[in-house]
């Protein structure tokens, strides 16, 4: 638990006032407008993304979305560090859970895996110069 509060402690010195409004326009659909203009600083929004199941010490791939649209790819590299060093879940385990936790996503899991030998297609040499 010490980690993860480091985690988000972490997030919090390097959100800036500015990056909290992006982050919470990012996210606009799972906070309500009213909620919303309560959230203050980057750790009131951890707290609301807790408090409603959306962030939790071994869920992060909510935080890592959002962080991911909103171009923030520091904030990112420091969470996808903690879910591979402290919950020691890689980027293929991660890929299965967000496809079974996101059951629309379930569709697209034969397109995010590689293709095996027999699905590549073989390209013929080109041909020789006379």
Same mark, same amino acid.
């Given at each position: ?7 988000l402690?972490?997030? +919090?010195? #390097?959100?800036?006032? @500015? ?5 919470k326009?990012?996210?606009k659909?799972?906070?309500?407008? %009213?909620? +919303? #203009? #309560?959230i203050?600083?980057?750790?009131q ?5 807790e ?9 992060? +791939?909510?935080i890592?979305?959002?962080?991911e649209?909103? !171009? !923030? *790819? ?6 996808? @560090? ?5 919950? &020691?879940i890689?980027e293929?385990? @991660?890929?299965d859970?967000?496809?079974? !936790?996101?059951? +629309?996503?379930k &569709?697209?899991?034969?397109?995010? !895996?590689? *293709?095996?030998e %027999?699905?590549i ?6 041909p &020789?110069?006379?």
């Amino acid at each position: 638990m010490a980690e993860y509060s480091s985690l988000l402690s972490d997030l +919090s010195e #390097n959100i800036t006032n @500015e990056d909290l409004e992006q982050l919470k326009s990012a996210c606009k659909e799972d906070i309500p407008e %009213d909620q +919303s #203009n #309560n959230i203050t600083s980057s750790k009131q929004w951890f707290s609301y993304l807790e408090k409603n199941d959306k962030l939790a010490q071994d869920n992060l +791939s909510y935080i890592e979305h959002i962080f991911e649209i909103s !171009r !923030r *790819p520091d904030l990112l590299t420091r969470v996808i @560090e903690y879910r591979t060093t402290v919950l &020691k879940i890689s980027e293929d385990d @991660e890929i299965d859970t967000k496809l079974t !936790r996101i059951p +629309s996503a379930k &569709k697209y899991k034969d397109i995010i !895996r590689q *293709p095996s030998e %027999d699905e590549i297609i073989k390209l013929a040499p080109p041909p &020789k110069k006379a």
